[in-house]
């Protein structure tokens, strides 16, 4: 297999469960199925991330709850899986295949 050709395969574990996907899209809304109180499912990434992020305002610093609106989809769900790794709310690993 060329370099090139390594399918990246990123893993997402939080509240004892574990959530895989090619792109972090699919892990935030695999965490959006999972997430039984949130009343807004199928709507927006966006809707998600700062519904989430809110209720997280306990644990994370304010400066990090604001979601930019020039990044794209799979950047803010990026930046969000990173964000709750380093605030211990879940782990984000790569697995390169």
Not at 19 to 32: D, F, H, Q, T, W
Not at 37 to 43: E, L, R
Not at 68 to 85: F, I, K, M, V
Request: proline share 2%; charged share 30%.
């Amino acid at each position: 297999m060329k370099r090139d050709e390594i399918m990246k395969v990123l893993l997402f574990q939080s509240g004892g469960k574990s959530y895989r996907g090619e792109s972090a899209i699919e892990i935030v809304r695999g965490l959006e199925r999972a997430t039984a109180d949130y009343p807004y499912s199928g709507q927006s990434i966006h809707q998600f991330l700062l519904w989430s992020l809110d209720k997280m305002g306990d644990r994370v610093h304010p400066r990090e709850l604001a979601l930019s609106d020039r990044l794209g989809d799979e950047a803010l769900a990026l930046n969000y899986l990173c964000l709750c790794d380093e605030y211990g709310v879940g782990r984000l690993l790569v697995d390169h295949q």
